[in-house]
């Protein structure tokens, strides 16, 4: 019998196993998927991230890349038809389980045409802003509600808003408890925000809200990680207000970093516009911090995040808390890796069951 094997489709995946900037949700999900079912063989497609081709092993996951950089439809079509390729010789070598596509997306539209022509199992997990109005591979693809995984509540209303169809099974981001310390430690860091520095983030925001806070607090210190085309603009709103002293810009750091500054902030900052449920979230809550963001993920709200309606409501959210000389920190986990990797698997192993038990009465069929 073929050995069993799940595919994952991804715009991009980890380079190699020091590359943790990469889409870390993603790949903490990868990893405990296959810690957590070491006998299936996971395989990820990566479309253009690392930008070489290549075949190679991460945490005992396959990963094939094919260094589909968009440099236009004709190289797009090329990507497609070598990863289509690929799908076709892992159909011959393994007993697939089926398909799983991040985002709906490229992945998604390959995914589905291949796992319906091979009658193969195939979920679409929606991942953020692929849930917003105007992504045009909704109509190519055509997804069932069953097909779609949303991360989010939050995300499952948008499609439901936007296309007109709900998404059958909801499952966020969960939390790898190895990589945060129990080791208590003095939380010197009154306000941290991370993440991408674009304009969706809306980081500059973060900075309205210490340049009022330093009113009150003159030694403030900030931490904000992250790279991205707003840095620039970011700097000079801080010379402006003239508040070196108080943010440091710290770039781009590696995801075990950024754990390690959750656990040593008071309260994290996540000013974005739109937010299909930030692992920065769930992180920050489970290293203590308080959170205060825009976004509300899920209907239900954990304790320690404070979801706020406009920068005034957040500034005063943020001058708030720090003005609790006792504010306490609890670790709140929201959802454990392991958790999320057992209910996704559970999708496919309930078809796997299906598939092999109508091919035993098949068998005995032709026995009889």
Same mark, same amino acid.
């Given at each position: 019998m073929k050995p069993k094997a799940l595919i994952i489709l991804s715009p991009g995946f980890a380079a190699d196993e020091s /590359? &943790?900037?990469c889409l870390p949700p993603q790949q903490v999900f990868v990893k405990a998927l296959k810690q957590t079912y070491p006998d299936t063989h996971l395989i990820v497609l990566s479309f253009h991230y690392p930008f070489r081709r290549d075949n190679y092993n991460w945490h005992g996951v396959q990963i094939v890349s094919f !260094?589909?950089?968009d440099w236009g439809k004709g190289f797009r079509?090329? %990507?497609? &038809? $070598? *990863?289509w390729r690929q799908l076709q010789l892992l159909n011959k070598q393994y007993r697939l389980l089926g398909i799983l596509s991040f985002w709906l997306g490229e992945c998604a539209y390959v995914g589905k045409r291949f796992a319906k022509k091979h009658q193969l199992k195939h979920h679409i997990w929606l991942l953020g802003q692929d849930a917003k109005a105007g992504n045009r591979f909704f109509k190519r693809v055509n997804p069932m509600g069953d097909d779609l995984i949303a991360l989010s509540d939050f995300v499952a209303d948008s499609v439901d808003r936007h296309y007109g169809i709900r998404p059958q099974h909801t499952i966020p981001v969960g939390i790898e408890a190895d990589l945060f310390s129990d080791t208590p430690v003095k939380r010197h860091i009154d306000i941290l925000g991370a993440g991408s520095l674009i304009p969706l983030k809306q980081y500059h925001l973060l900075i309205e809200t210490v340049r009022l806070a330093v009113l009150y607090f003159p030694k403030l210190r900030v931490v904000l990680c992250?790279?991205?085309p707003e840095e620039n603009a970011l700097r000079d709103l801080i010379s402006q207000? +003239?508040?070196e002293n108080n943010i440091n810009l710290l770039g781009e750091v590696p995801h075990q970093e950024v754990i390690r500054l959750m656990g040593q902030s008071r309260v994290f900052v996540h000013p974005s516009e739109y937010e299909g449920f930030g692992s920065v979230l769930a992180e920050a809550l489970y290293a203590g911090a308080h959170v *205060? $963001?825009?976004? +509300?993920p899920m209907n239900v709200v954990a304790d320690q995040h404070h979801v706020v309606a406009d920068i005034n409501e957040m500034q005063r959210r943020v001058i708030g808390l720090l003005q609790q000389p006792k504010l306490k920190h609890e670790r709140i986990l929201l959802y454990s890796i392991e958790s999320i990797a057992q209910q996704v698997m559970e999708l496919y192993q309930t078809n796997d069951k299906s598939r092999q038990t @109508?091919? /035993? &009465?098949?068998? !005995? !069929? @032709?026995? %009889?």
């Open positions: /590359d &943790t900037a !260094n589909g950089k079509l090329l %990507t497609w &038809t $070598s *990863v992250g790279k991205g207000y +003239k508040l *205060v $963001s825009f976004c +509300k @109508s091919k /035993d &009465t098949e068998t !005995n !069929n @032709s026995i %009889t």
